[in-house]
């Protein structure tokens, strides 16, 4: 069988949700093409090729362009991960989980069909070269992409992933994450990030996992996503982290508003926010928060003490200003429904349910700031956000280096005009 697998976008990363089923659908015998939509131009002539063709949906962005490829294609499309479900009106087949043997089966006409794990087929994409970087020290290194576990083992009411996991995880085999280490090594990767929703879902087997990859590459650094309230919870890890590689965490801080954080159930507070950043520098790992200012109950206030808080604590370098402008995302079987008054009716274009604020004009305020600044330097932008809600400019000349991957965008915010316009 021809078998065409797309990528539209995987947070700038070479797509493991690609190269993982690629690699399984080869050691099967098929005849396997890949073709990563966020690096290269759609061909209509590899969808005429495939006998079927199967899209990778594992966030907002890329479902969104998914739907632009897949009425395209004259054949069976599958749309797989975690907006699989959203794509039902352009796919003949949907596949949310375990798409490693999920996508065998529907290819292969065998529900029952049990496969053999595979080294995910990282040679039929682009090189790593292509993809985002890490920025650390002045100097940009490779970067691998890997993940320790699929799911989550929380229930945040703005995420996906529980519509779909409902507080489940699968653990990968730990040789299995180190093979796919050393290949991406070999392709010249000094860097890894561990892409899980929470690294911290099973901290046993993720320390596992790191201690497994320091041994055999005792050089590499890493980052990886881990929850507030994980951060301080295992506050006795991060030495060891620390010593292993770990030079920053990703942690979803969302807002500094105690009563919105209880509303999303993210299981922390400001307090807790702000602990776990002090805790992280006392062991030389910087964070880089993750924010939604833009909420059905967001006031200006709210938005004001994001930026203060950011400024207070010193992460006006850390903090990517496109995280200032992420407006709330309600996928259909969102936790979150029931608890937003006034959503309209479900818009199948752009995936959400629609709301609005008398802050909506900010937020594109917001937007078009940060647009505009393009490659300026982020206390530059920062400051121009300060003096759009009323806040007196830091006027910073420099921020501190701290390391940083060079693809700044976010797994639920809503597509850009250039990412679609390259559909």
């Not at 029952?112 to 985002?132: I, Q």
């Not at 509303?263 to 002090?278: I, P």
């Amino acid at each position: 069988m021809k078998v065409l697998l797309v990528s539209t976008y995987e947070l700038g990363h070479q797509p493991l949700a690609v190269a993982g089923p690629a690699g399984r659908l080869r050691a099967r015998g098929h005849d396997v093409a890949c073709l990563d939509l966020s690096i290269d131009q759609w061909d209509p002539a590899l969808g005429d090729w495939a006998d079927k063709v199967a899209i990778s949906v594992p966030m907002h962005t890329a479902a969104r362009l998914a739907r632009q490829v897949a009425p395209s294609i004259d054949g069976p499309v599958a749309c797989y991960g975690l907006y699989a479900a959203m794509c039902a009106d352009v796919a003949t087949a949907l596949v949310s989980r375990d798409p490693d043997t999920e996508l065998c089966r529907w290819i292969e006409d065998d529900p029952t069909l049990v496969t053999e794990p595979a080294l995910p087929a990282r040679d039929l994409l682009a090189p790593l070269e292509r993809y985002t970087h890490l920025v650390a020290g002045g100097e940009e290194q490779l970067v691998a992409s890997v993940e320790a576990s699929r799911g989550c083992a929380h229930r945040c009411r703005h995420c996906p992933v529980p519509v779909v996991y409902d507080g489940r995880i699968r653990i990968n085999d730990v040789d299995a994450v180190v093979a796919d280490v050393a290949q991406q090594v070999a392709m010249g990767a000094r860097h890894v990030t561990y892409g899980d929703p929470d690294f911290f879902n099973g901290v046993h087997h993720a320390l596992r996992v790191v201690r497994a990859v320091h041994a055999r590459f005792p050089e590499l650094t890493f980052d990886c996503t881990v929850k507030v309230e994980h951060i301080l919870a295992h506050a006795d890890v991060w030495e060891e982290l620390a010593a292993s590689g770990c030079i920053f965490v990703v942690s979803a801080f969302e807002s500094v508003n105690d009563a919105t954080l209880e509303l999303l159930d993210k299981g922390h507070t400001a307090a807790d926010a702000a602990r776990s950043v002090e805790l992280l520098r006392d062991h030389g790992i910087a964070v880089r928060p993750s924010w939604l200012p833009f909420t059905p109950w967001a006031s200006l206030d709210d938005v004001r003490a994001i930026l203060d808080f950011v400024a207070v604590h010193d992460l006006v370098g850390q903090v990517d200003p496109v995280q200032y402008t992420i407006r709330l995302l309600v996928p259909e079987g969102s936790l979150l429904l029931g608890y937003i008054d006034g959503l309209g009716q479900w818009d199948a274009t752009r995936l959400t349910y629609p709301w609005t604020s008398t802050l909506d004009p900010l937020q594109a305020r917001f937007a078009a700031i940060v647009e505009a600044g393009g490659d300026a330097p982020i206390p530059v932008v920062y400051d121009a956000l300060r003096s759009e809600v009323g806040l007196a400019p830091l006027g910073l000349t420099e921020v501190a280096d701290t390391p940083r991957l060079d693809e700044p965008w976010f797994c639920c915010a809503e597509p850009t005009e250039v990412q679609l316009r390259a559909i």
